[in-house]
């Protein structure tokens, strides 16, 4: 399993530790993935996502997985989250 968010896109970065002596030794920044179940309103049902924790604030602050998903570019999300974001507009725009 590929450790990147479903919502935002972040993935693995990659650094240096740097030691008092200033020996440089490669290490990997991880982000802070957690497994949520978020509620669509429109939809009606929950969804299952692996996503950062920075995107679960994100998803609150903008009142809801709906909206978020609204705003956020197609570039960023994954296939998962491309496939729920046309289930929204396509029942969004139904009603």
Do not use: W, Y
């Not at 429109?42 to 909206?67: K, M, P, Q």
């Amino acid at each position: 399993m590929a450790r990147v968010c479903e919502l935002t896109g972040k993935k693995v970065m990659t650094g240096n530790n740097v030691s008092h002596a200033h020996n440089k030794t490669r290490r990997r920044f991880l982000p802070n993935l957690t497994n949520v179940t978020l509620l669509s309103d429109t939809l009606g049902r929950s969804v299952r996502l692996r996503i950062s924790t920075h995107a679960l604030r994100s998803v609150e602050h903008n009142a809801g997985l709906d909206n978020f998903l609204l705003k956020a570019r197609d570039a960023d999300l994954s296939a998962t989250a491309l496939k729920l974001k046309k289930e929204i507009k396509k029942k969004q725009a139904a009603a």
